[in-house]
């Protein structure tokens, strides 16, 4: 039928609209590449920050391997039996072997076309683990926070295990995520309608009451704490302790300006690169230690009382998940308005 369409009689399109529509595909493609696109020195950064990363958990991974084999054959360490003992590195040569595939997906071709899912819970889980111990050690280092003496043998392997790792993903994962996933990290935080939930607002006010707690325990506060062990925090504890705060706070503020979308000129990369880190650091270190608090390996004490201890890592791991819920649900309505996958569509 003639006269709807940029059809011919035979109603087929015509050689001239064929080619405006081949134009318009081939914008298309290129503005994707463009967005995509990071330039060759980030990409190179990547892969070198990536294979760092798998070489220094390779460290830790061997020592870990040369202690259990230390456990089994009766040499435990004071306070640990056999079992605990070997139990306990199984589990962290299970975490370093994964840190090594993790940093090996995030340098190489075949790291791109793995499934969304495993690569975002298992870069969250570990960057939030390590990336924010990160200031801890510095600021440690520099107050003399440590046992004074230098690191040897095994301890140093495991020191540049998890600094190595701990930078590693610091450089190489927001590379490969603004790679992969590039449109949720562009444009500023106003871009766009804001949008949040009780659920979110609530996860960010327990975020932000976790932050003030350990903040408080930083400064020399003992609410909470069991009477028993106030006199035994040492300088780590309470840099570990404001350390946990800091990144609780953050993770309740850029979660903030994502749903609110203010400050409306911030670039939009910053909070979510911050919120991303925060609420794997809430999930990571309260998964790790609620087990610790219950099951106490090595006669393990914990310096709070200990039913507030179980009440906040268990305030934690849900309101990691709850703000990283957030974050992809954030990711997935800015990509929308500019077409594309996200992390959250794909997973």
Not at 225 to 247: F, I, K, V
Not at 285 to 292: E, R, T
Not at 296 to 323: K, S
Request: aromatic share 8%; with cysteine; net charge positive.
């Amino acid at each position: 039928m003639r006269g709807y369409g940029p059809t011919d009689d035979s109603g087929r399109l015509g050689s001239a609209e064929i080619s405006r529509l081949m134009e318009v595909r081939v914008q298309v493609v290129q503005d994707s590449a463009d967005v995509s696109t990071v330039g060759a020195r980030w990409s190179l950064a990547r892969r070198l920050a990536g294979y760092g990363a798998a070489l220094s958990m390779a460290l830790y991974l061997a020592v870990k391997v040369v202690w259990i084999a230390a456990g089994l054959s009766g040499d435990a360490p004071d306070g640990y039996g056999t079992a605990d003992w070997v139990l306990l590195n199984v589990v962290t040569v299970v975490m370093a072997a994964t840190g090594i595939a993790l940093g090996l997906a995030l340098a190489q071709p075949w790291g791109r076309r793995l499934a969304a899912g495993p690569v975002i819970f298992f870069s969250w889980a570990g960057a939030g683990f390590l990336v924010p111990m990160l200031p801890y050690v510095m600021i440690s280092s520099l107050l003399g926070g440590g046992s004074g003496s230098a690191a040897q043998g095994e301890e140093a392997f495991i020191a540049i295990g998890f600094a190595g790792m701990a930078v590693g993903l610091a450089v190489a994962l927001p590379i490969y995520l603004r790679e992969r996933w590039p449109r949720p990290f562009l444009g500023r935080a106003g871009d766009g309608p804001a949008h949040s939930s009780a659920l979110v607002t609530a996860a960010m006010a327990v975020a932000a009451g976790l932050g003030l707690l350990w903040w408080s325990w930083a400064l020399g506060g003992t609410l909470g704490l069991d009477p028993a062990s106030r006199g035994q925090l040492e300088l780590n504890d309470r840099l570990l302790s404001g350390s946990s705060g800091l990144w609780a706070l953050l993770g309740a503020w850029s979660v903030w300006t994502l749903t609110r979308g203010r400050p409306a000129r911030l670039r939009r990369w910053v909070p979510m690169t911050l919120a991303f880190g925060a609420s794997g650091s809430l999930f990571a270190w309260s998964g790790w230690k609620l087990p610790m608090v219950i099951l106490r390996p090595g006669g393990f004490v914990t310096g709070e009382y200990t039913a507030v201890a179980i009440v906040e890592h268990a305030l934690g791991i849900a309101v990691g998940l709850a703000l990283l819920a957030a974050v992809l649900r954030s990711a997935r309505g800015h990509d929308a308005r500019g077409g594309g996958c996200t992390p959250a569509d794909a997973a």
